[in-house]
């Protein structure tokens, strides 16, 4: 039976090195017929919701509109980008909503009530949500309280604790002007150009990098064309928001100007990129998609299960910290209802909309964005439409159960085909 | 083949708590060779690995790594000798690719960013030096691959990191005919590249296909070590259920069996 000694052959083809764009559009098929839809529900989902409005309600589809749905989706977007970490382990936290009031509340009583620097408050709200996400991630990995739990009992203290930071029913108002800017101000026309331009360029310097040198190696690698069109539609979709934005939106611009792209945008866009390079691109996220996918397997690997765990919840309470700050600078005020009521169900329901599994294992930062939109969409076509909360509440529910639904459906048709 | 045995273990004991499980085993792996490990079910295989690999701390005996004494007091020092155990159940993350997996916890980097060319490159010659093609795209998930695939992939993981030693408890359990063919040349084929393959195995036809040596452990003691030409279906299957065969396997014990031994060692309240 003993086979002669091969020497190691050099560089055997597993993968064909180049595959045409023909090639491409078929795996992506198949891939979405193996039960991994991807983005591509709430893509198309945003695409239905947006003409709905638009027809039934032409204002929805006015600049200064388009303006709003950034601002009011922000805060909830944040939250659930720091969601999607805690979400990849098939984890939850049921407290984000409360620990970015928390936080907002710090920053509220540091900066109005002891009159401290507006920068000083800031950090003092992020290492609040941080210290939060260590408690919360200690008690999950270390005591071995099911998430579940942990983050439901912090859900009413957090509550309890907002109320205690802020004395009772009052509300405090937060006039700081750095504060009151970063959700209600926006970038002079020009920056928002300039800002868009770094963002796309750099955007296609890594991909084309990236391309050269896996084809350099001898690897397989995505068509030229398809790499040049994600470039192109990146580019399209930064160009055509940035114009968008810039336009005037006041009604008599005699009185004020009001146009160009929301602070909120880039600092958001920069944490998408942040935090996809730390999911992607370290080593750091790898184990947290090891961790989410097989955790024995991650801990005979020799990683750090624990540490990871913990990690996740510092992270998301940190980006709910962000939340809350945008939150308070959008309102201009924290009070008991900061973080409260419908912030965590549009938070969780953004992340799953967007495609992150609830089962662990499978999401991306990206897809908070995705269904941060589709929510902050829905949100603002209801009210246009002068729907009643009971009608909006209904309707969102409704989108969650749809996407946790279309979730739990692509897995099992992953699974019968061999994909999961 | 070779004199010096890679890796020689010499009178290693280990009890879990009052039940002791290896008695004063000795064992040695020669580089370039198959050596089987056999025995019944619950006579200290697995545990016999997990000491190996660092798992298990012993309670006595002595490691001898390429001759030289060593102590393994963890899976990281196993790891440093290049010992690698592929466990039974695999621990592959069905949500990472074939590249992830074999990578996982010894990521290459460049600075804080992952050298994903340079993994998939390395990767893919370790699975064509191992002649293994029947993966279409080392860009799979783990979660696409036939049973066998994953097999590969978890061996190709364990000789990626110039691993001199690799430890396969029951590679084939699970695998159909074409399947197990398949991980048995494989496993063949990391001895003729010069690796020592230690293979735990309950199928004696598997055993005999691929090892140069035979080790039969019966009821935690080592019955015996031979080479694979010298003895024959009948008699490993001799060692062992009985722990010898004509002048093989452990010498008879005076008057009371092995077996009832170790049930008074086990149960010291209540002998007849
Ligand atoms: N952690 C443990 N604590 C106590 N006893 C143990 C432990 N692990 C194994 N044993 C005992 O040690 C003995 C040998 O177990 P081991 O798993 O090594 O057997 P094996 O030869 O691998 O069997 P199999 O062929 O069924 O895998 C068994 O009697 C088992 O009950
Ligand atoms: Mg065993």
Same mark, same amino acid.
């Given at each position: 039976m003993?086979?002669?000694?091969?020497?190691?052959?050099?560089?055997?083809?597993?993968?064909?090195?180049?595959? !045409?764009?023909?090639?491409?559009?078929?795996?992506?098929?198949?891939?979405?017929?193996?039960?991994?839809?991807?983005?591509?529900?709430?893509?198309?989902?945003?695409?239905?919701?947006?003409?709905?409005?638009?027809?039934?309600?032409?204002?929805?589809?006015?600049?200064?509109?388009?303006?709003? /749905?950034?601002?009011?989706?922000?805060?909830?977007?944040?939250?659930?980008?720091?969601?999607?970490?805690?979400?990849?382990?098939?984890?939850?936290? /049921?407290?984000?909503?409360?620990?970015?009031?928390?936080?907002?509340?710090?920053?509220?009583?540091?900066? !109005?009530?002891?009159?401290?620097?507006?920068?000083?408050?800031?950090?003092?709200?992020?290492?609040?949500?941080?210290?939060?996400?260590?408690?919360?991630?200690?008690?999950?990995?270390?005591?071995?309280?099911?998430?579940?739990?942990?983050?439901?009992?912090?859900?009413?203290?957090?509550?309890?604790?907002? /109320?205690? /930071?802020?004395?009772?029913?009052?509300?405090?108002?937060?006039?700081?002007?750095?504060?009151?800017?970063?959700?209600?101000?926006?970038?002079?026309?020009?920056?928002?150009?300039?800002?868009?331009?770094?963002?796309?360029?750099?955007?296609?310097?890594?991909?084309?990098?990236?391309?050269?040198?896996?084809?350099?190696?001898?690897?397989? !690698?995505?068509?030229?064309?398809?790499?040049?069109?994600?470039?192109?539609?990146?580019?399209?979709?930064?160009?055509?928001?940035?114009?968008?934005?810039?336009?005037?939106?006041?009604?008599?611009?005699?009185?004020?100007?009001?146009?160009?792209?929301?602070?909120?945008?880039?600092?958001i866009v920069a944490l998408l990129v942040v935090w996809t390079f730390v999911l992607q691109r370290t080593a750091y996220g790898r184990h947290v998609y090891a961790v989410g996918g097989n955790k024995e397997a991650a801990r005979r690997a020799g990683i750090n299960v624990d540490r990871i765990r913990i990690s996740v919840f510092v992270i998301c309470s940190s980006m709910a910290a962000v939340g809350g700050i945008v939150a308070a600078s959008r309102g201009n005020s924290v009070d008991a209802n900061t973080g409260g009521s419908n912030v965590l169900l549009y938070a969780v329901g953004a992340a799953v909309i967007g495609g992150t599994s609830l089962f662990g294992g499978k999401g991306r930062v990206l897809d908070a964005i995705l269904g941060g939109a589709v929510v902050a969409v829905i949100d603002n076509g209801m009210g246009l439409m002068d729907a009643s909360s009971g009608v909006k509440f209904t309707v969102t529910g409704s989108v969650l159960l749809l996407a946790a639904g279309v979730d739990a459906l692509s897995r099992r048709r992953a699974a019968a085909t061999g994909n999961r | 083949m070779s004199a010096t045995p890679l890796l020689e273990l010499r009178g290693i004991d280990k009890s879990f708590g009052p039940v002791q499980v290896l008695r004063n085993v000795d064992f040695a792996v020669y580089p370039g060779e198959v050596t089987a490990l056999v025995g019944d079910n619950g006579a200290g295989k697995s545990t016999l690995v997990k000491c190996i690999s660092g798992i298990y701390p012993t309670d006595g005996g002595q490691f001898f790594f390429e001759g030289q004494p060593v102590t393994v007091n963890g899976p990281r020092d196993a790891a440093g000798l290049g010992i690698e155990v592929v466990y039974q159940d695999l621990a592959l993350c069905d949500n990472l690719d074939i590249v992830q997996n074999m990578f996982l916890g010894r990521e290459k980097r460049n600075g804080i960013v992952l050298d994903e060319a340079t993994m998939e490159q390395l990767a893919g010659e370790t699975l064509a030096?191992?002649?293994?093609?029947?993966?279409?795209?080392?860009?799979?998930?783990?979660?696409?691959?036939?049973?066998?695939?994953?097999?590969?992939?978890?061996?190709?993981?364990?000789?990626?990191?110039?691993?001199?030693?690799?430890?396969?408890?029951?590679?084939?359990?699970?695998?159909?005919?074409?399947?197990?063919?398949?991980?048995?040349?494989?496993?063949?084929?990391?001895?003729?590249?010069?690796?020592?393959?230690?293979?735990?195995?309950?199928?004696?036809?598997?055993?005999?296909a691929v090892s140069d040596r035979i080790a039969a452990l019966y009821l935690g003691r080592m019955a015996a070590q031979v080479k694979a030409s010298e003895i024959n279906h009948s008699q490993i299957v001799e060692l062992i259920t009985a722990g010898r065969s004509g002048d093989l396997g452990l010498p008879p014990e005076n008057g009371a069996e092995n077996g009832a031994e170790q049930a008074v060692t086990v149960t010291p309240g209540a002998p007849q």
């Open positions: 003993s086979a002669p000694t091969t020497s190691p052959a050099p560089q055997q083809t597993i993968a064909a090195p180049t595959r !045409t764009v023909g090639e491409h559009v078929r795996d992506y098929v198949a891939r979405l017929r193996g039960g991994d839809l991807g983005a591509l529900p709430a893509i198309l989902g945003l695409l239905v919701l947006c003409t709905v409005f638009s027809i039934v309600r032409p204002a929805f589809f006015s600049a200064g509109n388009f303006a709003n /749905l950034f601002t009011q989706g922000a805060a909830v977007t944040l939250i659930a980008m720091g969601l999607v970490f805690v979400l990849l382990l098939g984890e939850i936290d /049921l407290s984000a909503g409360f620990a970015s009031g928390v936080c907002a509340a710090v920053l509220a009583v540091l900066v !109005t009530l002891q009159g401290l620097p507006w920068y000083v408050a800031l950090l003092a709200a992020i290492a609040t949500g941080t210290l939060i996400g260590f408690v919360l991630g200690f008690l999950v990995a270390k005591i071995g309280i099911p998430s579940f739990v942990v983050t439901l009992a912090a859900f009413l203290a957090f509550q309890g604790i907002v /109320l205690l /930071l802020i004395k009772g029913g009052t509300n405090i108002s937060v006039r700081d002007e750095a504060l009151v800017a970063i959700a209600n101000r926006n970038l002079p026309t020009a920056l928002g150009w300039a800002l868009a331009a770094v963002g796309v360029g750099g955007y296609a310097a890594v991909q084309l990098l990236r391309h050269r040198n896996r084809s350099r190696r001898g690897l397989a !690698t995505d068509p030229t064309g398809v790499v040049l069109f994600r470039i192109a539609a990146v580019a399209v979709i930064a160009g055509v928001a940035v114009y968008i934005l810039n336009l005037e939106r006041s009604i008599n611009t005699l009185i004020s100007s009001l146009k160009g792209v929301p602070i909120v945008v880039p600092i | 030096g191992l002649s293994v093609r029947t993966v279409k795209s080392l860009r799979q998930h783990v979660s696409s691959l036939s049973g066998g695939q994953r097999q590969t992939v978890a061996i190709a993981k364990a000789v990626l990191w110039n691993s001199k030693l690799v430890i396969l408890d029951e590679p084939t359990a699970a695998l159909g005919v074409a399947q197990t063919a398949q991980v048995l040349e494989l496993v063949r084929r990391l001895a003729d590249r010069g690796l020592a393959v230690v293979l735990i195995s309950h199928n004696m036809n598997d055993v005999f």
